[in-house]
């Protein structure tokens, strides 16, 4: 059983930046692809970022490209998710996601094995 506990979120100005971390529990953390989500009010869970279990390969949705940058520590247990230029439209909770199966976590068709409990960010204009 994974545990996936997000933090980092918070409010900021438009343009500003946040880092977003994901702390996991399981000890085989390394063995796990890493997925960043999100769901603003009224709207469907949006694929933002993902990793894999080496953090050889990134993957980011059109609507992040350029602004948000992906990591890991597998030493520390922890992925990251830095977000910089931000945007009203970025506002949303945003969720971890954690899979042994790498396309499990760069879409919202596949049910990833883990999640974790979400963060607010909210950016205002």
């Known amino acids: 059983q994974v545990q996936l506990v997000e933090s980092g979120g918070g409010l900021v100005q438009a343009g500003g930046s946040l880092r977003l971390s994901c702390a996991a529990s399981?000890?085989?953390?390394?063995?796990?692809?890493m997925g960043w989500f999100r769901q603003a009010p009224g709207k469907e869970r949006e694929f933002i970022s993902a990793?894999?279990?080496?953090?050889?390969?990134?993957y980011y949705a059109d609507s992040v490209k350029g602004r948000f940058t992906i990591s890991r520590d597998n030493a520390k247990n922890t992925v990251y998710l830095q977000m910089n230029s931000l945007k009203p439209e970025d506002t949303a909770v945003y969720y971890c996601?954690?899979?042994?199966?790498?396309?499990?976590?760069?879409?919202?068709?596949?049910?990833?094995?883990?999640w974790g409990q979400g963060t607010q960010v909210t950016v205002s204009s």
């Open positions: 990793i894999s279990w080496s953090g050889g390969s990134t």
């Open positions: 996601a954690a899979d042994k199966t790498l396309v499990v976590v760069t879409t919202t068709r596949t049910a990833p094995g883990y």
């Open positions: 399981e000890r085989t953390f390394s063995s796990y692809a």
